[in-house]
C-alpha cells in the first residue's frame, strides 16, 4: 500500500487544489497523474445544482460518447423471435429469455449490460431485487427497454454511457482511458458537459454546474472550469 501511496502523493502534487483548469489543461493533467501500471479509466464528475428529491429534477439518461469509453461493454438481450435474431445479428454477447433468468437468479453476472424488449419486462422485472442494487435493470429513459434491440446494441458497443444523477446531486460519468490522446478525452468530456447542460430541469434554482473534476482511477481529482459550456 506505502507504494501505490507514493504514487498518489507524486501526483497530487501536480494538481493546484486553487485552480479550475480549462478542459484540455484538465484532461493532459489527468494523463500525467494516471501513474498506476494499468490503463486507468478518465472519469468526470457533476455535482449539480438539483434537488435529486424531486421527481422533475432526477436526471437520467444515455448518449453515445464520440470516441466511446475504451472498453467493451458485455451485453445481454431479453427478446424472442425476429427481435431476439436481430440482437444477435447486432453482436449482442447472450440473447436469450427464461434460461438467463433463472442463471441470474443462480448468480450469474458475467455481463455489463442487460437490453430487454417491452415485451419481456414483465419476466425481467422480477429480477428486480437482484439488478436493481446493481444498477444493471433495464429503463425506458435510457434506451435499454426497447424494440429497436439491434439499434440498442450497436450504440451500447460503441461507447454508450448511461448518466444518473444520486442522491448528493452527483453524476459520474467514464469519458475514456488514460491511454487515450487527448483530443479524444476531452472531446467525449465535452460532449457529455453539453448533454448534461441541455437536460437541466427548468424548475433548478441557480448555479446548475456547482463543481466538475476529472480524475484517473488512481489519481486526485483535477477541477474543470465549464463556465463557457454554462450559458
Do not use: C
Given at each position: 500500500?506505502?507504494?501505490?501511496?507514493?504514487?498518489?502523493?507524486e501526483?497530487?502534487?501536480?494538481?493546484d487544489?486553487?485552480?479550475?483548469y480549462?478542459?484540455?489543461?484538465?484532461?493532459?493533467?489527468?494523463?500525467?497523474?494516471?501513474?498506476?501500471n494499468?490503463?486507468?479509466?478518465?472519469?468526470?464528475?457533476?455535482?449539480?445544482?438539483?434537488?435529486?428529491?424531486k421527481?422533475?429534477?432526477q436526471?437520467?439518461?444515455?448518449?453515445?460518447?464520440?470516441?466511446?469509453t475504451?472498453?467493451?461493454?458485455?451485453?445481454?438481450?431479453?427478446?424472442?423471435?425476429?427481435?431476439?435474431?436481430?440482437?444477435?445479428?447486432?453482436?449482442?454477447?447472450y440473447?436469450?429469455?427464461?434460461?438467463?433468468?433463472?442463471?441470474?437468479?443462480?448468480?450469474?453476472f458475467?455481463?455489463?449490460?442487460?437490453?430487454?424488449?417491452?415485451?419481456?419486462?414483465?419476466?425481467?422485472?422480477?429480477?428486480g431485487?437482484?439488478?436493481?442494487?446493481?444498477?444493471?435493470?433495464?429503463?425506458?429513459?435510457?434506451?435499454?427497454?426497447?424494440?429497436?434491440?439491434?439499434?440498442?446494441?450497436?450504440?451500447?458497443?460503441a461507447?454508450?454511457?448511461?448518466?444518473?444523477?444520486?442522491?448528493?446531486?452527483?453524476?459520474?460519468?467514464?469519458?475514456?482511458?488514460?491511454?487515450?490522446d487527448?483530443?479524444?478525452?476531452a472531446?467525449n468530456?465535452?460532449?457529455?458537459?453539453?448533454?448534461?447542460?441541455?437536460?437541466?430541469?427548468?424548475?433548478?434554482?441557480?448555479?446548475?454546474?456547482?463543481?466538475?473534476?476529472?480524475?484517473?482511477?488512481?489519481?486526485?481529482?483535477?477541477?474543470?472550469?465549464?463556465?463557457?459550456?454554462?450559458?
Amino acid at each position: 500500500m506505502a507504494k501505490k501511496g507514493k504514487k498518489y502523493q507524486e501526483a497530487f502534487k501536480l494538481v493546484d487544489r486553487s485552480k479550475s483548469y480549462d478542459v484540455k489543461e484538465a484532461v493532459a493533467l489527468a494523463k500525467e497523474t494516471a501513474k498506476a501500471n494499468f490503463d486507468e479509466t478518465v472519469e468526470a464528475a457533476f455535482r449539480l445544482g438539483v434537488d435529486p428529491k424531486k421527481a422533475d429534477q432526477q436526471i437520467r439518461g444515455a448518449m453515445v460518447l464520440p470516441h466511446g469509453t475504451g472498453k467493451t461493454q458485455r451485453v445481454l438481450v431479453f427478446a424472442k423471435g425476429e427481435k431476439a435474431k436481430e440482437a444477435e445479428a447486432a453482436g449482442a454477447d447472450y440473447v436469450g429469455e427464461s434460461d438467463y433468468i433463472n442463471k441470474i437468479n443462480q448468480g450469474w453476472f458475467d455481463f455489463d449490460v442487460i437490453v430487454a424488449t417491452p415485451d419481456m419486462m414483465a419476466e425481467v422485472g422480477k429480477l428486480g431485487r437482484v439488478l436493481g442494487p446493481k444498477g444493471l435493470m433495464p429503463n425506458p429513459k435510457t434506451g435499454t427497454v426497447t424494440f429497436e434491440v439491434a439499434n440498442a446494441v450497436k450504440e451500447i458497443k460503441a461507447g454508450k454511457v448511461e448518466y444518473r444523477v444520486d442522491k448528493s446531486a452527483n453524476i459520474h460519468v467514464p469519458i475514456g482511458k488514460a491511454s487515450f490522446d487527448n483530443d479524444k478525452l476531452a472531446e467525449n468530456f465535452e460532449a457529455i458537459t453539453e448533454t448534461l447542460v441541455k437536460v437541466k430541469p427548468q424548475s433548478a434554482k441557480g448555479i446548475y454546474m456547482r463543481n466538475v473534476s476529472i480524475a484517473s482511477t488512481m489519481g486526485p481529482g483535477i477541477k474543470v472550469d465549464v463556465s463557457s459550456y454554462v450559458k
